[in-house]
């Protein structure tokens, strides 16, 4: 195995581990105290049309309080397909 190939799956694997640790600490799925249900949710639902004059809260969420979280989404998803297309390519591409 080559060695550039060896430290990318100890770097997959230490990342996976973390990733995994890191699950320990997320609420549990459908908990309806977490901040985000407390908090958050019912603040969007009450104050999302007259905050934004969206026709819906979804849309009042995704384009007006989260615009820019949306937009920074999208361009590390770009990112990461331009990465993993470098990453896969085949050697005599190179």
Not at 21 to 40: C, E, F, I, K, L
Not at 64 to 70: A, E, K, L
Not at 74 to 94: H, P, Q, S
């Amino acid at each position: 195995m080559k060695p550039l190939k060896l430290l990318g799956l100890i770097t997959v694997i230490i990342t996976g581990f973390f990733l995994l640790y890191g699950v320990n600490d997320m609420p549990r799925w459908g908990d309806t105290n977490t901040p985000a249900s407390v908090h958050v949710s019912p603040y969007y639902i009450q104050h999302s049309q007259a905050d934004t004059d969206a026709p819906n809260f979804v849309s009042a969420v995704l384009a007006d309080y989260r615009g820019f979280d949306t937009l920074f989404e999208t361009t590390v998803i770009f990112c990461a397909g331009i990465a993993c297309m470098m990453l896969l390519r085949k050697e005599e591409d190179a």
